[in-house]
């Protein structure tokens, strides 16, 4: 399973950007897909995830700010988001939890596409 992540880049503070991550190899059934954030000396965090019946989650600081959904047919995961902030700034990962054609759970990131916020 490999996962395709792209959409970001430098914006200044008050924009928006779209994050879009694509799952592809054997997949038999996608559970979650999601974005997951690291900051320069940070840990990884949340922040969000939807799971394939639509279900989705939000960290607190994203909640009516950032917008996740799914093209379940394209194995697909966007990330809508606005209002950004410079605090905001990070390396934005694609998590993935899929059952594959092997019986396996495969549970993995995408390769991370950096977002930037000026101020």
């Known amino acids: 399973v490999q996962l395709q992540a792209s959409g970001g880049g430098l914006v200044q503070a008050g924009g928006s950007l779209r994050l879009s991550c694509r799952a592809s190899?054997?997949?038999?059934?996608?559970?979650?897909l999601g974005w997951y954030r690291q900051a320069p000396g940070k840990t990884r965090e949340l922040v969000a995830s939807?799971?394939?019946?639509?279900?989705?989650r939000y960290a607190d600081s994203m909640k009516g700010r950032f917008t996740i959904s799914s093209d379940n047919a394209k194995n697909t995961v966007l990330l809508q988001t606005q209002t950004l902030k410079p605090e905001d700034t990070a390396v934005y990962y694609c998590?993935?939890?899929?059952?594959?054609?092997?019986?396996?759970?495969?549970?993995?990131w995408g390769q991370g596409t950096l977002v930037t916020v000026s101020s």
């Open positions: 998590h993935a939890d899929v059952l594959t054609t092997f019986g396996d759970r495969f549970v993995g």
């Open positions: 190899g054997s997949i038999e059934r996608i559970n979650d």
């Open positions: 939807i799971t394939s019946d639509g279900s989705s």
